[in-house]
């Protein structure tokens, strides 16, 4: 009898363990599950820059690390998601949302060094500065040991000279450290490495040099070369006149910075003194350095050529430089003296960028003398981020040159320079209702609604080539089609088998400007609950209020195989379980 009890009891046991077990089991499948289907969500937020599923996600996952996906770094994929560049909005956008969400400014990128690195290491300076904005270390070192201050001053990769001192003033500004371990030589590298840092950037280094002068600081390198670096001419002819030893490339990095920031007359002591040749001059960094005197003096009393018969790509360079600088002066000298020509395009741009309007203008006139800058070409060069505010730009192009932007993409365009654009005659373009969208404004939309667009109309501004074979012989009235050159006068019934704009980016969309689109007439597809998977559950449920159809023939959608497939499955396969209390 003891022996029953005893065993019934053990049974009893069991059951209860086995049940313990069972439920522990079932909680870590559950949240196991639960963090897979985030991760997926997460990815399509991250893929589609859809802020307000990103929100969703972490309401939902509380403790879910949206510092990570599966290429990494996820800040990192917000910031240059898919080659694009930081200044995109959509990339400005969401990396915000991010930040603003908790992602760590600090986390590491998928080359293995910090984010702040890289973006120093590549002139993403708007990434930098967001970064920045949201806390990431200054002091912060990469595997070489190497601050950002410091990659700035000696960037191996980047090649946009303009950045690089935009950003040290910026990070000096917020308190970066300026220390004599930027400039101290390290002994035991090769020569040519051991001053790389020192020569990549005359304009970031003069700064900084500047900078340790003023606060009574000196580093360890030969003084003719520290006092060369920091423009003071006369002690560097100073130290090499009283003996002070130079190695080949010591004397090198002085004739160098001689002609960067030397008058001719110290130039010519310099070179004497290093017994080096004139011709071995670098007008590029000369350019850069601002220096017109010496530019003057290598042209006219040396023979310096601006061109070469074979155009070499400093060449190319030097106007451009003068432009992106804002040298104005020596812009003028350098047009005056025949120098190499890059295009309309590529100065215009630079003038944007420098922000100066005179100097635009300049350049302007200058192009229109032998090029005929019209709308299919270097108006629609300028990019959108830097056009963004410079009203008076659009002003001169518009009223006094009769550029009427018809063709200019809104990509980066904000609200109130599209509504200028707008006021100013700009007609309404095919994809100004697709960028609208992807804004995520309502006021943006309506803009361009009032102005004429057709809320159903088709979606223009994605890779169509990756969508519907046939879509040269849709737009078969154009050789070399772009979106941009779709004007409304042109559409035609071909293009009826593009998705309407309306459905196929949804997946960016929060849900007011789908219910305001909703609203204002915008037709509900049968298959938009397809479309619809990418976007925020509040997207959604609008179109489930709106009964959007959900008896789906799927057997034309991408990766189902079963012609009986149900939407519930369809949720379930694509790790959108979020969506399964909608049906």
């Known amino acids: 009898m003891k022996n029953i009890k005893r065993m019934v009891s053990l049974f009893l046991s069991g059951i209860i363990l086995f049940s313990l077990v069972s439920c522990s089991l079932k909680d870590k499948v559950k949240e196991i599950s639960g963090f897979s289907d985030a991760s997926k969500i997460f990815q399509i937020a991250l893929e589609n820059k859809n802020v307000e599923l990103l929100n969703e996600v972490i309401k939902e996952y509380p403790d879910y690390d949206i510092n990570k996906c599966e290429q990494g770094s996820s800040l990192a994929k917000a910031l240059f998601n898919n080659g694009g560049r930081a200044t995109d909005y959509e990339n400005i956008t969401f990396s915000r949302a991010m930040l603003d969400a ?21 002139d993403f300076y708007w990434a930098t500065e967001l970064l920045v904005e949201y806390g990431a270390d200054l002091e912060v070192k990469n595997d070489l040991g190497y601050s950002p201050l410091y990659l700035v001053m000696a960037n191996f990769y980047g090649d946009s000279e303009e950045n690089r001192i935009k950003t040290a003033k910026f990070f000096v500004d917020k308190g970066a450290a300026v220390t004599t371990d930027l400039f101290n030589i390290d002994e035991n590298k090769d020569e040519d490495l051991r001053y790389h840092h020192i020569g990549a950037s005359p304009v970031v280094s003069n700064y900084l040099m500047n900078i340790l002068h003023e606060k009574g600081e000196e580093t360890n390198m030969p003084k003719a070369m520290e006092y060369a670096i920091s423009g003071d001419l006369d002690k560097t002819i100073e130290y090499i006149e009283k003996g002070e030893a130079l190695t080949d490339k010591e004397k090198e990095l002085v004739f160098d910075y001689a002609s960067y920031f030397g008058m001719p007359d ?3 002591t310099i070179c004497r003194l290093t017994e080096m040749q004139i011709d071995k001059v670098n007008m590029e960094r000369i350019i850069q350095c601002g220096n017109l005197d010496m530019i003057q003096y290598l042209i006219e009393k040396c023979g310096f050529k601006l061109q070469s018969e074979k155009v070499s790509p400093s060449q190319e360079n030097y106007l451009k430089l003068a432009v992106l600088f804002g040298y104005s002066d020596i812009f003028d000298y350098l047009c005056n003296h025949n120098a190499y020509n890059p295009g309309a395009s590529v100065l215009l741009e630079s003038a944007l960028y420098n922000g100066n309007l005179d100097l635009f203008k300049k350049v302007y006139e200058y192009e229109a003398q032998s090029t005929d800058i019209t709308e299919l070409n270097e108006i629609y060069n300028l990019d959108g981020y830097y056009l963004n505010g410079k009203l008076d730009f659009i002003d001169y192009l518009m009223s006094e040159k009769n550029h009427t932007f018809e ?10 320079t599209a509504r200028y654009l707008y006021e100013k005659g700009r007609p309404l373009n095919i994809t100004d209702l697709d960028y609208a969208i992807c804004h995520n404004d309502i006021e943006y939309i309506q803009l361009v609604l009032d102005k004429g667009a057709d809320i159903n109309q088709k979606c223009y501004s994605f890779d169509y080539s990756n969508y519907v074979s046939n879509y040269k012989e849709q737009v078969s009235q154009y050789d070399n089609f772009t979106s941009k050159h779709i004007y409304y006068e042109n559409i035609t019934e071909k293009n009826k088998e593009l998705p309407t704009a309306f459905s196929y980016l949804l997946n960016k969309c929060n849900s007011e400007c789908i219910k305001f689109m909703i609203e204002n007439g915008a037709e509900i597809p049968d298959d938009i609950l397809i479309y619809a998977s990418e976007a925020s559950k509040a997207v959604n449920q609008i179109l489930f209020d709106n009964n959007a159809n959900t008896n789906i023939d799927f057997s034309n959608v991408k990766g189902v195989m079963r012609k009986d497939y149900s939407l519930e499955k369809y949720y379930r396969s694509i790790g959108r379980s979020d969506l399964l209390d909608l049906l």
């Open 407 to 416: 063709c200019y993409s809104f990509k980066n365009i904000d609200f109130e």
């Open 102 to 122: 908790g992602a760590d400014p600090n986390v590491k990128s998928t080359n293995g060094d910090y984010l702040l690195i890289t973006t120093c290491d590549n």
């Open 266 to 268: 110290e130039f010519e």
